[in-house]
């Protein structure tokens, strides 16, 4: 049985102030003039809002009819009705979730849980997590008097967004699944994002934060807000060196010192401290340990549940949700577990499986970020042998543009054991300089210069095949397309 | 048997977006033709020896990395004007070019000091710019070269840049954009605003740095692959 570290170790002293987050203080103190999530709003009902609620809700029923995005719906009642949301009345608790990766999971997963015990809940898992899109999924689900009838409001914000939603309503509860290094056209670094979320650090908001992540536990410098800690305990994953593509964290964020880990579970998220001025890992609230993989479960603060959904991110999410139900709702953590295991994920939707020249074919979508697409390499090397990795390289998402410097912070020197691999898409030749470089033999790998010659670079190989794609949000992919066809 | 000696200068705390990759490829080329190395990954804490080294890498990191890690780094001004004024070789990569100027300032109001080697100051500003480059190198102005640009940075020389690493021949404009001439060069440092695996990306330069370190012993290698990967990027920005 794997040793579990239950106490991640102990509190941080409080941290003096930097020049930097008193003028996040100051900000926060200052006006715009909050509106208190769960409280009476101060702003009187007006016409405007009517309208835009009316507008709102027309638009959303047209653009489902013709299967149009979300956000507009709720773009166009904000110019009819500015800050519409600080107009609302919300009767019930507003939580938020956001971060790199699991906030559209873990949501989903709060909602269920939370339903599933009797709660109302309205949330926006419907679509966009932009300003646009929340406004959206409030309107349609308040009264024309533009009252928030819900015990809770779950809202999955994008991390950028978070600091312009609590100009409008202040969340009783913030949770952060994680900050990891995504989307570097739009987020830079991890640390970009941290500063963008700590601009919107409001009073009387309590945060939920990943005790094993030093990036976003980073939030609670400088703060007075209540923080409660959630971690994943060491388990027979964990490991003694960084196994993904990026490390955000080899050096204290405090003192550039070297950070040391106990243990990893992925990217820079584990047990980590700082030998020179004690940067740790905070103590958690709610803790995932004695995690039993074969036997399929594992507790949360002493109390057992199954595991669902056999991978290391998705007990994160479980954890989380966890923490937020019985911090939120006052649960009590046996009733919060049952729910969840009735959790669906939607694996299908993820993991969709075909039969391409009589062989299965499982499609792995995955973000163009490099822990979403390390969770993707690990699926694929932990299955048996022998198997064929299709993957498909394409510009970057959005802009097109041929950087595609991610595909060297994924650790694609994991694939060194898998058999053949079928390389496919715009950027097929930089993938090769990039399994060059990761040591892949060579001779394994095939450039499928046409989405036409897929069926003659197929029938060389054998076993399963595995397709890590992206192409769900690649209007010129035809790679999938030639696939069915197969 | 020949052994070069590689400094990862601060490269646990700077490598962003792949930077890092630029030292695994020298490795392997030097594995590749027939010699070894040894790299040391060095940063704060440590006592560092530049005249041990064949060649150093700086390269791309978070900003708030880089000006945090200043003050250590003004403490080997000397030691690293003397190891390039020796004609050894430095390799700079993206915002680390800020260490290397006046001064640079920060968001958080707070200035920076450079070591002052490049005439020219630098400013953090609240946004990104990003663009792919098509470069033509002055070492091999017959060619062309592929460069990735993220900067939160916005750079002013006091007086012209003469010691230019490259001619911009395409780049998207905008704030933060590099102008006509791009980077710097002096004896055998290398210093661009480009990042990223720069090495690994462009044979061009990867050889031009490994014939700086090797001299007389540099053998060829197979590139075949890297300039097909490269030749075809360019072939689809120009």
Known sequence: MMKIKKDGGIHLKKIPLTEKESL?????????????????????????????????????????????GTAKPGDIARIICPNPLKRLKFSGKVICITGTNGKTTTSNMVTHILRENGFSVINNSFGSNMLGGI????????TFGGEVKADFSVLEIDERWLRFFVKEVTPDYVLVTNLLRDQIVRNCCPEIVLEKIKLGVTPGTTYILNANDPVSQQISWGIDNPVIWFALGENERSTDECRSGTNDAKVCPRCMHKLSYNYYHYNHVGDFRCENCGFETPKADFIGHDIDFEGGKFLINDTETKITFDATYFMFNTVAASAICCSAAGLPMEKVLSAAETFDIGVTKRYEELTVLGRRCQLILTKQNPASIDQSVEFVTDKEGPRTLIIISNNMFHTERKDVLFMYDVAYENLRDVEHIVIVGKRRYDMAVRLKLAEINMERVQICDREEELRSCLEKTEGNIYVMTSSVFSNEDKVLEELRKL | MKTVKILNLYGEALDLNGDGKNVSAFEKRIAEMGYESVTDTLGVGDEIDFSEYDIVFLTHGKPHNVSALSADFIKYKDSIINYIESGKTFVVTGSSNMLFGKSFSMLDGKTYEGIGLFDCTAEEF?????????????????????????RCESVKYNTPNENRLFRVLKADSGKGSVGEGEGC?????????????????????????????????????????????????IEELI
């Open chain 2, 126 to 150: 609240d946004s990104l710019y990003v663009s792919d480059a098509v470069l033509v190198p002055e070492f091999a102005p017959e060619e062309k070269m592929f460069g990735t640009y993220y």
């Open chain 1, 135 to 142: 406004t959206t999924a409030l309107l349609n689900d308040c």
């Open chain 2, 185 to 233: 060069r002096i004896k055998n440092l290398f210093a661009t605003w480009c990042l990223g695996p720069v090495l690994v990306r462009n044979p061009l330069m990867m050889k031009e740095v490994l014939h700086c370190v090797l001299g007389e012993d540099y053998r060829e290698t197979d590139f075949s692959l890297e300039e097909k990967a490269v030749k075809m990027i």
């Open chain 1, 24 to 68: 996040h203080r100051a900000y926060r103190n200052g006006p715009p003039p909050f509106n208190k999530g769960g409280n009476i709003t101060k702003g009187s009902l007006s016409m405007r809002l009517f309208i835009a609620i009316c507008v709102c809700r027309v638009l959303y029923f047209i653009g489902r009819l013709v299967g149009k």
